[in-house]
C-alpha cells in the first residue's frame, strides 16, 4: 500500500556570508549593479541584509577574492569589471576550513576503507548495480565539467561512497561515514565544493573511483581496501599541495 504522505526535498542551509554574497553577485548578473557602482557601506548593509557587520566583511572578502569586488582604502568597494573575476577561487577565509575538511578526508580514509572491504564480500547483484549507477552519475558530472555539473559531481561521489558503506552491512562503518558527510553538508559545503572544483575532476580523478568499484564488483576485499585507501589519502594529499592552502 502506498503511503499517502508526500515530502519535498528540503533545501541545504548556506552559510550567511555566503548568502550575502550571492545576492549581491545576482544584482550585478540582473544589472541592478554595474562595472565601477559603488556598494553601500558596511553599516548600511549590515541594515538592509539584517545581519552583523562581521557577516558584510566576510560576504566582501568572498567578493574580493573572486574578483567581483574592488575595495578602495578610505572609499569603499566597488563592483569591478567583468574580466577581472575568477568562478572558482578561494577566499583566505576557507583556508581554515579546508583544513577541517584535509582532517574529515583523513579520518574517513581508514573507516571508508574498511566499510568498502566489507562492501566486497557483502554486497548483492542488487546493491552493486545501485553502486554502479552512482559511480556513472559521477562520469557523466565529470564529462559535463565543474562550472556545468559541480553539485551534481559532488553530490554523486557522496553518494556512491554510501552506497558502498551501506552495502558493508556494518551499522557502525554507517553512523561514522553518516557523521562526517553531515558534516561537510551542514558546516562545510561551500569550500569543499570549490575544493572539489579545483582539484578533483578529470579523468585520474575518476580512475581512483573506479579502482575502488573494480574492487566491489569482482569481490576483491584487499583490492578494495587499498583502492579506497589510495583514494582518500590522494585527496587529502592534494589539498595539501595546493599552492594558495594556508
Partial sequence: MN???QFDRI???????DEVAAT?????????????????????LSERFGVARTV?????????????????????????????RSAFRISPACFEIRKQIVQLLQLRTGVQAGASALAAQMRTAQQLEVIENAYQLMVDADNQGAEQALEKR??????FYRLI????????????????????????????????????????????HFAVLQGIQTQDVEAARRATRHRFEQAAQRLVAREDFA
Fill in 165 to 208: 558503506t551501506q552495502a558493508s552491512a556494518n551499522s557502525y562503518y554507517e553512523d561514522v561515514v553518516g557523521m562526517i558527510e553531515s558534516n561537510i553538508q551542514s558546516n562545510l559545503r561551500s569550500a569543499f565544493l570549490k575544493n572539489a572544483a579545483a582539484s578533483e575532476f578529470g579523468a585520474d580523478i575518476l580512475a581512483e
Fill in 154 to 159: 559532488v553530490d554523486s561521489e557522496l553518494l
Fill in 24 to 44: 549581491i553577485s545576482k544584482a550585478i548578473d540582473s544589472k541592478q549593479l554595474k562595472p565601477g557602482d559603488k556598494l553601500p557601506s558596511e553599516n548600511e
Fill in 3 to 5: 503511503s499517502p504522505l
Fill in 56 to 84: 558584510i566583511r566576510e560576504a566582501i572578502s568572498l567578493l574580493k577574492y573572486d574578483g567581483v569586488v574592488d575595495s578602495r582604502r578610505g572609499i569603499g568597494a566597488f563592483i569591478a569589471k567583468t574580466e577581472n
Fill in 11 to 17: 533545501a541545504r542551509p548556506r552559510r550567511l556570508p
